[in-house]
Structure formats: C-alpha cells, structure tokens
C-alpha cells in the first residue's frame, strides 16, 4: 500500500475496479498519512468514522455488482467552505466554530451520491478572505515545498493536501485566485470553473457574483473527472447555468496543432519574477512544439482589476457577512442590548482581514460614496470582461499567463502590508471579474526549488480546451510528477 498515496485519481479508480486494494484499505492509508502530517495544518476536521462507513458501503457496491462511476470509493476532501450534513463547518473562523450545517451542500452531495469518500475538511483564510492562508483563526497552512512558507490562498489546505499526498485531489474555491494561487504555490492543477458552472447551493457566500466551487487534484485528468461530476444546473441554485456538462474525462484526447494561444502583454510586467517569466516561456515554447501557435495579445484594461476587485468583492462580503449577527447561529456574546450583541458578537468572531473587509465593504456602498468606488468598479469589470471577449472572437482559442507573480513568500512576510497581500492576485481576479473558467498547473521552479504555476483562460463554459491543452502538456512534461520531500511527525 505504500505507493499507492503517490498515485492520481484515475490510477485509485482503476485499482479499485480491478480490486486490487479495496476502498476501506485507500481510506486507512490516507487516514493515517494525515495523522502524520498535522504539523501542515492542512485539515481542520477529520472524519475518520464516517470515511471508514462510506468506504465500507462503496466496497460492498463493488461487492454487490452494483452501479459505481469512476470515482466510487475514491478519498477526496473538501474546503471547509463547503456544507455538510455532518461534522462542523467553520469557514475558518471563530465565529462559526462549533456551527454544524443541517444541510450539504450540492457539489458535495453529487460527490457522495457517486461514492466518493470525504476524508475531511481542509483549512482556508476565514470565509476565504486571503491569500496566504494565514486569516484562519486555527492557525495558518504551511506549505510542504517549505514549511516556512505559506500554501497561499484561500484554499491553501486543499492544495497542500494534495502536494503532501494527504489526499489524491480536493474542492477548493475561487473568488479571485483562491484555488489557482495556492495550486501554483503547492505545485498542483487546479480549476476555477466558469462562473455558473457549479451550483453555489450550500457554499458559504463571500462574494456571491464571483465566488466559485472548483477541483485541485495532481493534473489536469484528475480535475476532469471531478468536474464531471460536480458540474451541472441546480435548480436551488438560480445563478447556475443549464449548459450541457461533456464527458471531459473521455474527451482529453486532442492534437493542439493549429491551436492559437495568446500571451497578454499585460501581464508580463516589473512585479513578474523573472524566473516565473522564463518558467512562462519554456511552457509556451512547450505547446508551441505540440503544434500550437502563440501570439501576443492586449487586455488593455488589466491595471484596473485589482482596484476593481477590491472595491466589488468587499462590498458583497459586507452585505453577505450581515447575516452573522449573533443571533440565528453562530457565536453569540453576552451584551446588555442588541446593538452591544452585534457588535461583541462580531468583534469578537471575526478576524483582522474580515472586519477590514466589511468597513472598506460598507463605505463604498454607503451614501455619497456608491458612485464614487462601487459603480465605477462595476464598470471597469464591463471593460475587462470585453477585453477578454474581443481577444477570444477575433484572435486566440486560449489565454496563457502567470498565475502568480512570485513564488511562495514566507509566513508572516506579508501579514502586516494588505495592499501587498493584495496585489499577489493582480494575475487571477480578471478572470473571475469575467466569469471564465481557468487551470492553473505545474511549469517549473524557481532556484529555491519552489513551485511555479502556469495559468491557462478560457471561453465562457469551455473547460474542455483547457482540460485538452493542459493534458497534452502535462503529457510532455514532468512538472506536476514532482512531491516534497515532507517529514512525517508522529501524533503523539
């Protein structure tokens, strides 16, 4: 069993069609694996009874001749963003810190329904506000590569789960970079979806026209297969789309000759590190051999998507984050009056990072100020969402890009300097301002030996060709084989 925990997705799937491990031995592994590992803080509930019980059940399903998918008795985890029906979900924060969910959320429900095994919840910035992973209030992920840096943000636990092979592939999510940052960071391929793509049914909101659930996994077969499962309308989801899901996993298969792919100049600028340029480059002179064809392009209002962004997104967490009052669910403070109980409960529950959100959230949506920050916001989004869409009609297929601008800084670097923080995301929130889809996956490393990611966008609803391009490049390269070397500390 001891090779199995380097194995993807696919490679479990077979091996439990051919029984040649069952599922209740696959979970065992992981369990343990992830008992050893906590120093990571990549996992903030683990549900080892329950896993066992779900494996057991997709065991006796083989055993039985019963109908399985691919991803029966597969362990996967989930952000702890996402419901469940059992166990708690924090979202990260005190606030929400013994909250337990009477309901699961859809992509979730659809990952049990095909037998998949939930090892556990994985830690993340609280609500998702943050790029290192250092906003959880129950302590920061660190990053397998270096455990003195950070995994990034805000799904850092799913990703450095995946890297430190604490699970063969995870649920993230992305409101400008959440699941393509740390998969760059941690050196794994993930998915943020077109948005509409996954029902938001039972993902706790951050901001709600942007936030989306998306599949971390070692490559990109991997984050194909999760995806033909989690996406799909959902009728309890209105912003969900009726689009017809393709069977990608079966559809990887592709000659890229021909295909044009545009490098946005934009994004080759003075905060790029120069060793994540020429890792960018060697990926792109990579798929130019396959055949394709590069060529540069504009996205002229690029600088404007960082301000924008931060204007929009605290402005809907603001509004979001009004439901925690202190009195539905969730922490609750001793107060004399009911303003006093709104204001201890949250000054109390929330963080540094969500209380700087929520003020900078309702000023711009306040009197006097809403045209000012709001709308003008609103209206560079329109900009950037045309950019994108007049270089996809008239000149390219798919957008190649940075997905980060540095590789992984230290823990702490940045806590003190939000505007730096912030502008770590300046390469993925364009594409969430306009709703496409995008995988970020392995290219190279920097002289440290520290992950560099290589960012791949779509048309709307068009996760086949990234699905297509990035399989045929991992298929080339070895980038996204690579582990660290993670020392194990016993639980005792």
């Given at each position: 069993?001891?090779?199995?925990?380097?194995?993807?997705?696919?490679?479990?799937?077979?091996?439990?069609?051919?029984?040649?491990?069952?599922?209740?031995?696959l979970?065992?592994?992981?369990l343990?694996?992830?008992?050893?590992?906590?120093?990571?803080?990549?996992?903030?509930?683990?549900?080892?009874?329950?896993?066992?019980?779900?494996?057991?059940?997709?065991?006796?399903?083989?055993?039985?001749?019963?109908?399985?998918?691919?991803?029966?008795?597969?362990?996967?985890?989930?952000?702890?963003?996402?419901?469940?029906?059992y166990?708690?979900?924090?979202?990260?924060?005190?606030?929400?810190?013994?909250?337990?969910?009477?309901?699961?959320?859809?992509?979730?429900?659809?990952?049990?329904?095909?037998?998949?095994?939930?090892?556990?919840?994985?830690?993340?910035?609280?609500?998702?506000?943050?790029?290192?992973?250092?906003?959880?209030?129950?302590?920061?992920?660190?990053?397998?590569?270096?455990?003195?840096?950070?995994?990034?943000?805000?799904?850092?636990?799913s990703?450095?789960?995946?890297?430190?092979?604490?699970c063969?592939?995870a649920?993230?999510?992305?409101?400008?970079?959440?699941?393509?940052?740390?998969s760059?960071?941690?050196?794994?391929?993930?998915?943020?979806?077109?948005?509409?793509?996954?029902?938001?049914?039972?993902?706790?909101?951050?901001?709600?026209?942007?936030?989306?659930?998306?599949?971390?996994?070692?490559?990109?077969?991997?984050?194909?297969?999760?995806?033909?499962?989690?996406?799909?309308?959902?009728?309890r989801?209105?912003?969900?789309?009726?689009?017809?899901?393709?069977?990608?996993?079966?559809?990887?298969?592709?000659?890229?000759?021909?295909?044009?792919?545009?490098?946005?100049?934009?994004?080759?600028?003075?905060?790029?590190?120069?060793?994540?340029?020429?890792?960018?480059?060697?990926?792109l002179?990579?798929?130019?051999?396959?055949?394709?064809?590069?060529k540069?392009?504009?996205?002229?209002?690029?600088?404007?998507a960082?301000?924008?962004?931060?204007?929009?997104?605290?402005?809907?967490?603001?509004?979001?984050?009004?439901?925690?009052?202190?009195?539905?669910?969730?922490?609750?403070?001793?107060?004399?009056?009911?303003?006093?109980?709104?204001?201890?409960s949250?000054?109390?529950?929330?963080?540094?990072?969500?209380?700087?959100?929520?003020?900078?959230?309702?000023?711009?949506?306040s009197?006097?100020?809403?045209?000012?920050?709001y709308?003008?916001?609103?209206r560079?989004?329109?900009?950037?969402?045309?950019?994108?869409?007049?270089?996809?009609?008239?000149?390219?297929?798919?957008?190649a890009?940075?997905?980060?601008?540095?590789?992984?800084?230290?823990?702490?670097?940045?806590?003190?300097?939000?505007?730096?923080?912030?502008?770590?995301?300046?390469?993925?929130?364009?594409?969430?301002?306009?709703?496409?889809?995008?995988?970020?996956?392995?290219?190279?490393?920097?002289?440290?030996?520290?992950p560099?990611?290589?960012?791949?966008?779509?048309?709307?609803?068009?996760?086949?060709?990234?699905?297509?391009?990035?399989?045929?490049?991992?298929?080339?390269?070895?980038?996204?084989?690579?582990?660290?070397?993670?020392?194990?500390?016993?639980?005792?």
């Amino acid at each position: 069993m001891a090779e199995l925990w380097q194995s993807d997705l696919w490679e479990l799937s077979e091996g439990l069609e051919k029984r040649e491990f069952s599922s209740k031995e696959l979970t065992q592994m992981f369990l343990e694996r992830i008992a050893h590992q906590e120093h990571l803080g990549c996992y903030l509930s683990v549900f080892e009874e329950k896993a066992i019980e779900q494996a057991e059940k997709a065991d006796a399903r083989r055993a039985a001749g019963d109908e399985v998918t691919k991803l029966t008795g597969v362990p996967l985890a989930i952000k702890d963003i996402i419901t469940l029906n059992y166990g708690t979900t924090t979202c990260g924060s005190r606030f929400l810190e013994d909250y337990r969910s009477p309901f699961t959320a859809t992509a979730a429900q659809r990952l049990l329904k095909a037998g998949t095994v939930i090892l556990g919840k994985t830690n993340l910035d609280e609500f998702g506000m943050g790029s290192s992973n250092e906003n959880s209030a129950f302590g920061p992920v660190k990053n397998p590569w270096d455990t003195s840096r950070v995994a990034g943000g805000s799904s850092g636990g799913s990703a450095a789960a995946v890297a430190a092979r604490l699970c063969p592939a995870a649920l993230g999510t992305d409101t400008g970079g959440s699941i393509r940052q740390p998969s760059a960071f941690c050196n794994v391929t993930g998915l943020k979806p077109s948005y509409g793509r996954v029902s938001r049914y039972g993902l706790v909101a951050f901001a709600s026209s942007l936030d989306q659930i998306g599949p971390m996994g070692k490559n990109a077969r991997d984050c194909a297969l999760i995806s033909e499962c989690i996406f799909g309308r959902d009728i309890r989801d209105s912003t969900s789309a009726p689009n017809e899901v393709p069977l990608f996993s079966s559809l990887l298969e592709r000659d890229i000759k021909g295909l044009r792919i545009g490098v946005p100049k934009e994004y080759f600028r003075e905060e790029l590190s120069s060793e994540i340029a020429s890792a960018i480059h060697k990926g792109l002179g990579e798929l130019e051999k396959l055949g394709a064809e590069i060529k540069e392009v504009s996205l002229p209002h690029t600088d404007f998507a960082t301000a924008a962004y931060y204007v929009i997104v605290p402005a809907e967490a603001s509004s979001n984050l009004s439901r925690f009052d202190g009195i539905r669910y969730g922490k609750r403070a001793d107060a004399q009056d009911l303003i006093s109980l709104y204001a201890k409960s949250r000054s109390e529950g929330f963080g540094p990072e969500v209380k700087r959100r929520i003020l900078i959230g309702t000023f711009v949506l306040s009197a006097g100020y809403y045209d000012a920050y709001y709308v003008k916001a609103q209206r560079a989004r329109a900009l950037i969402a045309r950019d994108f869409e007049e270089a996809f009609s008239e000149k390219v297929d798919v957008i190649a890009a940075p997905t980060t601008p540095t590789t992984p800084f230290l823990l702490g670097e940045k806590t003190h300097d939000p505007i730096s923080m912030y502008l770590n995301d300046i390469f993925t929130v364009p594409v969430n301002l306009a709703g496409l889809p995008s995988l970020s996956l392995p290219c190279g490393q920097n002289s440290s030996g520290l992950p560099i990611g290589f960012q791949l966008i779509g048309r709307a609803f068009d996760e086949l060709t990234l699905f297509q391009v990035a399989d045929a490049f991992q298929k080339t390269t070895d980038w996204h084989l690579r582990t660290p070397e993670t020392k194990t500390h016993s639980k005792d």
